[in-house]
């Protein structure tokens, strides 16, 4: 359950780590609650955006297939080494924004996805070897529904599975001899979220209760990876390398229920950024007669987000190491 409850969560952080969105914390009663829903969110994108990127296209496949009919069919599960701040019991500043420390818990960062690919040209000889071979890569990212209860309420308009797809261009087709080395290029995306939550602290002097709403959050991950792979009988040997690219939208409104004679205070904006991150992994796989059991481990880093008031034990840019386990089959 926590586990569903963090890709949820995590999910929702994909607002907030837009230059717009900063700009649009106008001061007033409500600058504070914006501005510490941007930081929150912003601290949080870059661990869900790794765990739905992961590292290869197609889990322990680092060549192409060699033309049509060759399939793969795979489907992974990822975790990124993340960290999720303690929220409890926040109240929001009405004198303007007000910059806070928040204590932060070590949290993996779970997704599930199902990646195919299916063989379109051969590619032309080269000795030993082929060059210039395609393939058409297709996947799916899954969420599951939220659990019941708590103070944050989600919904999926859009459903819980979104599609992607790309393609695999090969450098090298793999022989006896010969690694598989290609270059791919693969477009995924989250599901479409609409998230909201609140706070319930008593009101003071000076600070309030108040609730925050997401609507139709959405989020594209692009990514490239120069890969490479051999298969040594029973196991085989990944490696790959390359940059990720994580886009997202949303709708954003917060409210602050301060005391008499200030009242209900709300205020509304729209955001969207783009970040690039370097990717870099390594894995092996067991060969079975039908598939392959495949794990994998790799790390992020690089990339930039505008600067942060509120912080939560580390910078929102950090790098973050993850791992994957799948199975994958094929001809």
Same mark, same amino acid.
């Given at each position: 359950?926590?586990?569903? =409850?963090?890709?949820?969560?995590? &999910? +929702? +952080? $994909?607002?907030?780590?837009?230059?717009?969105? #900063? @700009? #649009? %914390?106008?001061?007033?009663?409500?600058?504070?609650? %914006? #501005?510490?829903?941007?930081?929150? $969110?912003?601290?949080?994108?870059?661990?869900?955006? *790794?765990?739905?990127? &992961? &590292?290869?296209? *197609?889990? /322990?496949? @680092? @060549?192409?297939? @060699? /033309?049509?009919? =060759?399939?793969?069919? /795979?489907?992974?599960a990822s975790a990124v080494n993340g960290s999720f701040p303690t929220m409890k019991d926040v109240s929001f500043s009405t004198t303007g924004a007000k910059a806070s420390s928040y204590a932060a818990e070590d949290q993996y960062v779970p997704m599930a996805t199902i990646d195919g690919s299916i063989g379109i040209y051969k590619g032309f000889p080269l000795g030993i070897t082929r060059v210039g071979g395609i393939d058409a890569l297709l996947s799916a990212t899954y969420i599951p529904s939220a659990p019941e209860g708590g103070d944050i309420t989600v919904s999926l308009p859009g459903g819980s599975t979104k599609w992607g797809g790309g393609v695999r261009v090969g450098l090298l087709q793999e022989s006896i001899l010969v690694p598989g080395v290609a270059f791919t290029y693969l477009q995924r995306g989250l599901p479409t979220l609409s998230v909201s939550g609140s706070s319930t602290v008593s009101s003071s002097a000076g600070s309030a209760p108040g609730t925050f709403e997401l609507k139709d959050l959405t989020m594209k991950s692009k990514s490239w990876r120069v890969s490479a792979s051999k298969s040594f009988m029973a196991f085989g040997l990944q490696a790959g390398a390359g940059q990720d690219t994580y886009d997202n939208s949303v709708g954003l409104d917060v409210t602050v229920n301060a005391a008499a004679p200030v009242g209900t205070q709300h205020a509304s904006a729209t955001a969207s950024h783009s970040m690039k991150r370097t990717n870099m992994y390594i894995g092996g796989s067991l060969n079975f007669f039908i598939g392959r059991l495949v794990a994998e481990y790799g790390q992020v880093s690089g990339g930039s987000l505008p600067a942060a008031m509120n912080s939560f034990g580390s910078s929102p840019t950090a790098s973050r190491s993850y791992f994957s386990v799948g199975l994958r089959t094929g001809f």
């Open positions: 359950m926590r586990i569903r =409850h963090s890709i949820v969560v995590a &999910g +929702a +952080a $994909f607002v907030a780590w837009s230059a717009p969105v #900063q @700009g #649009q %914390c106008a001061a007033g009663y409500t600058q504070d609650a %914006c #501005q510490k829903t941007v930081d929150l $969110f912003n601290f949080l994108t870059p661990q869900i955006s *790794t765990a739905l990127s &992961g &590292g290869a296209a *197609t889990i /322990g496949q @680092g @060549g192409v297939l @060699g /033309g049509f009919p =060759h399939w793969t069919l /795979g489907v992974r």
